[in-house]
């Protein structure tokens, strides 16, 4: 996965931790790691481009961002 350089690293690597995660438990269980880390992959873009931003080392979306926009 390659995302722009602007892109705040430390955001970046704690919503890739946050999805892999969630794509680990028993619910993703079936799938090749190709797979899970394209899930990864997406679900990272998307929080990205939501506005994800870390503060004091915990990740926030801004307040206006609801799962739909997810």
Do not use: W, Y
């Not at 990205?48 to 997810?70: I, K, Q, Y």
């Amino acid at each position: 996965m390659k995302l722009p350089d602007a892109l705040d690293p430390e955001a970046v690597g704690l919503c890739a931790i946050l999805i892999r995660g969630a794509v680990d438990g028993s619910q993703f269980g079936d799938l090749d790691e190709a797979h899970k880390d394209a899930i990864v992959a997406n679900g990272v873009e998307k929080m990205m481009r939501a506005g994800a931003f870390v503060e004091n080392g915990a990740l926030f979306l801004p307040p206006d961002v609801t799962a739909s926009d997810l």
